[in-house]
């Protein structure tokens, strides 16, 4: 079955220190996937997405991701952590039979501490 | 640009109730999302759109009813509202396929006693 999973519920880093947000999946074919970020009381917003090339993939606030093939993960990072960054995180990988759906990570409390 | 808009903000519904939440989009995007996000469980799909005319069901259907008269609007109907029924309701939309990235509106917040 198609899925994706972020291992940790929470991440805990602080300001100023490298950030990671970790991401797997499992879909056949080739994975189109995706990054957004949640602020409180917000509604998701776009940060990234991997469909194909460099398998390093810069996005907004200067967040990046990793695409590996070989672990099937899409790691979120920054090098260096905002407080402002404090957000949920979520994952998202095309479902490979719909042209239309998301198959959605269940989200990573990111926390930064000053 | 507003983007996607949704209303109401919030509401508290008396079971058995009907309700509309109400989506609009002025990107002119083809396909729209209705999803419903509860605590651990991230985002799940309850129906789509791909183009003005056409809807689907996704992951949590049962309940929900859509419809897609024209580009812009996308509306979400609870028949007879249940408990289970409580949580954030997202609309979203992106331009045509799912590899292109999905805009999301505020939400609405409603809860169904």
């Known amino acids: 079955a198609q899925s994706v999973a972020q291992p940790e519920d929470q991440v805990n880093v602080a300001e100023g220190n490298p950030l990671t947000v970790k991401c797997t999946y499992s879909?056949?074919?080739?994975?189109?996937l995706f990054w957004y970020v949640q602020y409180p009381n917000r509604g998701l917003q776009f940060l990234l997405k991997?469909?194909?090339?460099d398998n390093l993939v810069k996005g907004s606030y200067g967040f990046e991701a990793e695409f590996n093939k070989s672990q099937t993960s899409f790691h979120l990072k920054k090098p260096s952590a905002l407080v402002s960054d404090s957000a949920l995180y979520f994952c998202?990988?095309?479902?490979?039979?719909?042209?239309?759906?998301?198959?959605w990570g269940a989200g990573t409390k990111l926390i930064i501490k000053p | 640009t507003a983007g996607i808009t949704q209303a109401p903000t919030s509401q508290i519904l008396a079971a058995g109730r009907s309700m509309t939440l109400r989506c609009t989009q002025d990107?002119?995007?083809?396909?729209m999302y209705w999803y419903r996000q509860d605590l651990g469980l991230g985002l799940r799909l309850i129906h789509y759109?791909?183009?003005?005319?056409?809807?689907g069901k996704g992951e949590v259907p049962d309940g929900y009813s859509v419809s897609r008269a024209n580009t812009d609007d996308f509306p979400l109907t609870l028949a007879s509202a249940v408990p289970s029924q409580t949580s954030v309701y997202f609309c979203?939309?992106?331009?045509?396929?799912?590899?292109?990235?999905?805009?999301f509106g505020p939400g609405t917040r409603l809860t169904v006693l």
């Open positions: 759109s791909n183009t003005a005319g056409t809807t």
């Open positions: 879909v056949s074919g080739n994975p189109y």
């Open positions: 979203a939309s992106s331009e045509r396929l799912a590899g292109n990235e999905q805009f």
């Open positions: 991997y469909i194909t090339g």
């Open positions: 990107m002119r995007h083809n396909a």
């Open positions: 998202a990988v095309r479902d490979p039979h719909s042209n239309y759906q998301l198959i």
